[in-house]
Structure formats: structure tokens, C-alpha cells
């Protein structure tokens, strides 16, 4: 009997760790094409660099849906495809740098329980502008650079805020969270 019990607990984990699994590869698919539709439509803000970020709506998703190291470990994946058939060496180290600060701070932010979605959408989109702006100063070695920033942190505010919404849209709507 005591058997039994053991199996059956063994084969709904297996189960769960196998959801759990899809829903990441499913995450990552979504990522890396929104990816690729935002670098084949050419939003033209008339600030270089300046993106909406749409990739982030499965970044965030998979946070608040599957945890944290399943979020970083998406969004290095989808910077790694994206990078290797898109873009060249400064287009994955921009993007990486941005993004790993990006998932680490919204990480540290939703720990907060006081800071919601939007919030914690806000301050990845303002830290992934950072880690540009930091990778740019180191290759371009002028700091004047830097100058730059506040347009990138008011861009991030509203692109944020943008991101954030939507994926409390989706979250709701869907009722995601009953998916695991």
C-alpha cells in the first residue's frame, strides 16, 4: 500500500515537472517571436535604441506564472536565439546585460508584496535601458554616453507601463496561474 502511494506521488510530479516544462518551452516561443515581429516592424520613436520591449510580456508572464530562475532562464534563451540568427556579438551583449539586470531587478522588486505587476514591469523595462546604457559607455569608452540616460529611464517608464498592462490583462484573463 505504502508502495502504491509512493508511485503515484512520483507520476504526479513527473506530470507537474512536465507541464511545468511545455509551459517554459511555450514562454520561450512566445519571447523569441515577439521578438522577431518587434525587429521586423521598425518603430520609429526618433530616439535610437528605444523599443517596446513586447518580448517582456512573456518574460513577466513566466514570473509571475513559474517562478523566477524559469524567467531568467527564458529570457537567456530567447537573447541567445535571438542574437545568434538576428543580430551580431554587440547585439547579444547589449541585450544580455540588459536583460539579465532587467529580470533580476523585477525579481527583487516582486518580493515586495507592496509593488504589483505594473511596478515591477516599470522597473524592468527602466533597469534593461540601464544595462545598455552601461554596456554602451563601456564600448563606446566615453562616458558622455550616460547623458543619454534620462531619455532611456522616461522610455522605460512608458513602455513599462505599457508591458505591464498588458500582461496583467493576459494573466487575468487567461487565469494562467491555474495552468500549473
Avoid: C, W
Avoid at 49 to 71: F, M, S, T
Avoid at 113 to 127: E, P
Avoid at 141 to 169: D, E, H, K, N, Q
Amino acid at each position: 500500500m505504502k508502495q502504491e502511494f509512493k508511485t503515484d506521488k512520483t507520476k504526479q510530479k513527473r506530470f507537474f515537472d512536465s507541464k511545468r516544462t511545455a509551459l517554459m518551452a511555450l514562454f520561450t516561443a512566445l519571447a523569441i517571436v515577439f521578438s522577431y515581429i518587434e525587429a521586423l516592424i521598425p518603430f520609429n520613436f526618433g530616439i535610437p535604441g528605444i523599443k517596446l520591449g513586447v518580448a517582456n510580456i512573456g518574460i513577466i508572464i513566466a514570473l509571475y506564472i513559474l517562478g523566477n530562475r524559469e524567467a531568467i532562464v527564458i529570457n537567456i534563451i530567447r537573447i541567445f536565439v535571438i542574437s545568434l540568427f538576428f543580430g551580431n556579438i554587440y547585439t547579444f551583449f547589449f541585450s544580455i546585460v540588459g536583460g539579465v539586470l532587467s529580470t533580476v531587478a523585477m525579481i527583487v522588486i516582486k518580493k515586495f508584496k507592496i509593488f504589483n505587476i505594473l511596478s515591477v514591469s516599470i522597473i524592468g523595462a527602466v533597469m534593461h535601458n540601464v544595462g545598455q546604457l552601461i554596456v554602451a559607455v563601456i564600448v563606446v569608452r566615453r562616458f558622455t554616453v550616460a547623458f543619454y540616460g534620462p531619455v532611456l529611464v522616461i522610455a522605460g517608464i512608458i513602455t513599462g507601463m505599457l508591458i505591464g498592462t498588458v500582461s496583467g490583462i493576459i494573466i487575468k484573463k487567461v487565469r494562467l496561474e491555474k495552468m500549473l
